[in-house]
């Protein structure tokens, strides 16, 4: 039997003609200068993909806040860069501490799992960071070889602000640190040296304002030595981080690199380190408490209190009487903004990492968002959303610059 060719449609049919304005939890808009990136080709093997390896390794070291010669770049999305890091530092046997409070804490967990590990999940109570001296006495407990944490739960909007405590406690107990930092890496402040992380992960598509699906790793000296000292045959082939050493320090073959991916996450960095960390840290801060504020002048309530938010990702309580899906739908049928729903919480979240983070965006998202609400029959207070988004924006102080 002959298969035919099926009958498509091109994609200039299926997009909208006005280009959505991505505000939700990621992916995020990327600059212009990282799209361009991102359609060049050039020899995976050659001398100038070697020359924007080491830049890139260089831009990193920046970023990650680290003197480390162990970071990796991962074809994949964020949860590939979190599976490299868990499969090369969690051996069979292994006792692993993973802090849960999300989704994406539990998918650590679960990965740890897999790979054999023993794991203890120290379940943190909805909506709420981690507290230092409770995992420090859980670390006692358990005496694990690893532990997993996120720095800012994506799924639920909350930040582990004690996260260079947790960090401390682990380091004294002898235990190595896997830190997810998908959405909160050049957004806020980690410091991976300073508070001694052994792997930091992170994915392109969300606070470094890059493409989906290339994604860094980094390892300390510590997490290295065990990476090249276990004795078994690691299971994972393409995340094999002593074969992905090959290329991006040897300049040997490992697998076709992705290339222009890697071009994207070169201007994705050098923009970063352009703007500096100082002056990032406070667009961001500065954006996220003005959206925060325009939120709560619309009348509505932010899900996580404030000691556990997070900035990077904000949640926001769906009103009584209103659906979660018809507000995501409306918001963008109606304002081309999209924003995202949540796993399992009755919440809507709007991002606030790389991109997003710009006047122009927050003022466009508020009214989107308020306009929605009042036209599903809501109510939100328009005016006052924006005079307080405002107000917060010219009454900030820089904080980090």
């Excluded at 507290?131 to 407990?141: D, F, L, Q």
């Excluded at 801060?285 to 996580?304: D, E, F, P, R, V």
């Excluded at 991109?355 to 005016?383: D, K, M, W, Y």
């Amino acid at each position: 039997m002959r298969i035919s060719a099926p009958i498509v449609e091109s994609l200039d049919t299926i997009l909208p003609e006005e280009p959505l304005l991505m505000m939700g939890a990621g992916p995020v808009p990327i600059p212009a200068k990282v799209a361009a990136a991102n359609g060049i080709v050039i020899n995976h093997l050659g001398e100038t993909m070697s020359r924007i390896i080491e830049q890139v390794k260089s831009m990193s070291r920046y970023v990650f806040q680290t003197e480390s010669s162990h970071i990796l770049g991962v074809a994949g999305p964020g949860s590939a860069a979190m599976e490299m890091a868990v499969a090369n530092l969690v051996a069979p046997g292994d006792r692993v501490l993973s802090v849960s409070n999300g989704f994406f804490s539990g998918r650590l967990a679960e990965m740890s799992e897999r790979v054999g590990g023993e794991v203890t999940r120290y379940t943190i109570a909805e909506g709420q960071a981690a507290s230092p001296e409770e995992i420090a006495k859980a670390i006692a407990e358990v005496q694990p070889k690893v532990l997993t944490i996120v720095q800012g739960e994506t799924s639920n909007t909350v930040c582990n602000s004690a996260l260079p405590e947790i960090c401390s406690a682990a380091k004294s107990a002898g235990c190595l640190v896997i830190v997810d930092a998908v959405c909160t890496l050049s957004t806020m402040p980690l410091n991976m040296d300073e508070w001694g992380v052994d792997a930091v992960i992170t994915g392109g598509q969300k606070g470094l304002s890059c493409i989906p699906g290339v994604s860094l790793v980094a390892f300390s000296e510590q997490a290295w030595d065990k990476i090249t000292t276990r004795e078994d045959t690691l299971r994972h082939w393409c995340l094999d981080a002593k074969l992905a050493d090959k290329f991006w320090y040897q300049s040997s073959y490992h697998y076709t690199a992705p290339v222009s991916g890697i071009m994207a996450i070169h201007e994705a960095l050098r923009l970063i380190c352009d703007e500096t960390l100082e002056k990032r840290f406070d667009r961001h801060l500065k954006c996220s408490l003005a959206l925060q504020a325009g939120i709560q002048g619309l009348g509505l309530s932010l899900y996580a209190d404030k000691a556990s938010r997070l900035n990077s990702v904000v949640g926001i309580n769906v009103p009584e009487g209103l659906n979660q899906k018809e507000i995501l739908a409306a918001i963008s049928r109606d304002f081309k903004v999209e924003i995202s729903g949540s796993f399992g919480l009755n919440i809507v979240r709007i991002g606030q990492m790389g991109e997003q983070c710009r006047v122009h965006n927050i003022f466009r998202t508020i009214h989107a968002l308020g306009s929605t609400i009042q036209r599903l029959g809501g109510e939100a207070n328009l005016p006052l959303g924006v005079a307080m988004l405002e107000k917060t924006l010219q009454e900030y102080q820089p904080q980090f610059s």
